[in-house]
């Protein structure tokens, strides 16, 4: 019954989501613009980096919310703060309010990490950074960051059940990005420098995809 009510609250926070309601705002669908995707990386290529920081800081705080709330109501459930962030997460990729048809996941894994440890953040933060930046593409930070924060978990604690459920997430959120390595084959997916040489990346896209 724990495990059930705390994934159920993990998985109700991650509904919230920010890119899809800031974007019916505007008077569309996110989700029917740009690379399609409900998040914030969308957002920014789609309307704008104030929308996107938005979209991320809300993203943020609802795994990060969704975590401490599960571990607060559940304190004799070990795993209960890893799980409730990764219902939240899942709820984010697969939400039951947009049709399961989401975000990616990357926000709201930095939520979860953060109100677990804020150094383990830190000190990934700065790793996803240095990869981030040096491979240009957004794509590998929540595929890398997942794994290696699973790992990190898994020597820390020794807890299978909650090693278990961090591994699962990571297995969705790469699934979530096979797209995003058929793009970087291809060169077609959008390099992080977008965020300064908008208009040069476009052109580089359009000529791969011609």
Wanted: glycine content about 10%; overall charge positive; hydrophobic content about 50%.
């Amino acid at each position: 019954m724990q495990f059930t009510l705390c994934t159920l609250i993990g998985y109700l926070f991650g509904n919230i989501n920010a890119a899809y309601i800031i974007s019916k705002l505007r008077g569309f669908d996110i989700r029917e613009r740009g690379s399609g995707n409900a998040g914030a990386s969308n957002v920014i290529i789609t309307i704008g980096k104030k929308a996107g920081l938005i979209t991320a800081i809300v993203d943020i705080t609802k795994a990060a919310v969704a975590s401490v709330v599960a571990a607060s109501l559940f304190p004799r459930l070990r795993y209960a703060h890893v799980l409730g962030g990764s219902a939240c997460i899942i709820g984010h990729i697969f939400p039951l309010l947009m049709k399961f048809h989401g975000g990616k996941g990357l926000a709201c894994l930095g939520g979860m990490i953060l109100s677990y440890n804020p150094e383990i953040f830190l000190l990934l933060l700065a790793i996803e950074i240095f990869l981030g930046f040096g491979i240009d593409y957004i794509c590998v930070v929540p595929i890398s960051g997942s794994i290696i924060f699973t790992s990190i978990y898994a020597f820390l604690t020794g807890d299978p059940a909650g090693t278990m459920i961090l591994a699962s997430v990571s297995l969705v959120i790469l699934y979530k990005h096979i797209e995003n390595l058929h793009r970087i084959q291809l060169g077609t997916e959008a390099h992080i420098s977008f965020l300064w040489n908008k208009d040069q990346e476009i052109e580089r896209i359009k000529h791969n995809t011609n």
